[in-house]
């Protein structure tokens, strides 16, 4: 386990995952807490183009193979990012009481939870 930093909790500053996916396709995480200013961005890159989002301006940005340049779509305006997780439990809520049926099944969610437990055995080797 990491050191006692900076945000005063026992994590680790930095840790880099290697995941392989069933299909063959291969994913990497870079997580941290030392970069400053501090940068949170999702990246996907294919044979056919690319897809990146920034957390700070909210813009995803994709790039295909077959054009020269990036096409950008902003968030609308008022957006709050904090609806997305207020959306989340709202679907929950339905599950609960039975009016909708859940997006993801036990058996998504034995696979997420393998994964990351994946992760950390090889992290901690």
């Known amino acids: 386990m990491g050191n006692m930093g900076e945000l005063g909790i026992q994590v680790e500053d930095i840790a880099e995952i290697v995941l392989r996916f069933p299909n063959g ?7 941290d807490y030392i970069q ?9 890159i294919g044979t056919k183009g690319t897809l990146r989002w920034d957390n700070v301006s909210g813009i995803l940005s994709i790039y295909r193979h077959n054009n020269s340049d990036w096409e950008h779509f902003i968030p609308p305006e008022g957006f709050e990012r904090n609806w997305m997780f207020m959306d989340e439990i709202r679907h929950f809520v339905s599950i ?3 009016e909708v049926p859940p997006l993801y099944t036990l058996d998504d969610g034995i696979n997420a ?3 990351a437990i994946h992760s950390l055995s090889f992290n901690s080797q």
Do not use: V
């Open 36 to 44: 400053r200013p501090a940068s949170h961005h999702f990246e996907i």
């Open 25 to 31: 396709a291969l994913g990497s995480i870079h997580l």
């Open 96 to 98: 609960i009481r039975s």
């Open 113 to 115: 939870l393998e994964i």
